[in-house]
């Protein structure tokens, strides 16, 4: 049973409000933690894929020892330190350094798959928390959210013209 606060409102959804808030303050920083590389906007496309593929690696095995441990909130956090915003922020970056290289076809196709896995982040993001909450079957979508996920960043990278790889 939930404890409900002096307005009616039970304590999960208070807890749930305040991780998505610390969670979208802490992701609108413009560089990552000491443990990650600040990812700067002045890159080369080559220098914010070698980013996103070192990031990836590095953060996928995290992410999946968060899911395998049912460690939600933890894996809600994940989504928005590094090794994992440096991937953000990559993919963030692609489309201006296509740009600033005067592919303009490239750099919509890219942005238009950074949005895609823009959506995929925070769909994972608020279904941890749902699985945090106990929702049910909340914890087979998240393994489901991941995969799709995965399944962006794939589809981002081939969003990039394979000159640039």
């Not at 922020?89 to 196709?109: E, G, H, K, N, R």
């Not at 087979?140 to 969003?159: E, P």
Request: proline letters at 4%; aromatic letters at 8%.
């Amino acid at each position: 049973m939930r404890a409900t606060g002096s307005n009616g409102a039970s304590s999960s959804n208070n807890s749930a409000s305040s991780r998505n808030n610390s969670a979208s303050n802490s992701s609108n920083g413009a560089s990552s933690s000491k443990t990650g590389k600040a990812v700067s906007a002045n890159l080369s496309v080559q220098a914010y894929l070698q980013i996103l593929q070192e990031s990836r690696r590095a953060s996928w095995p995290i992410i999946a020892q968060k899911i395998s441990a049912g460690d939600w909130i933890a894996l809600s956090q994940v989504l928005v330190q590094p090794p994992f915003d440096d991937v953000r922020q990559a993919c963030f970056y692609i489309p201006w350094a296509l740009l600033q290289s005067d592919d303009f076809t490239a750099a919509v196709a890219a942005r238009k798959a950074f949005v895609d896995f823009i959506d995929h982040v925070h769909a994972l993001a608020t279904i941890a928390l749902k699985a945090d909450d106990e929702v049910p079957g909340a914890a087979v979508q998240v393994q489901q959210s991941f995969l799709l996920l995965n399944a962006s960043v794939d589809a981002y990278l081939s969003a990039v013209p394979k000159k640039y790889r």
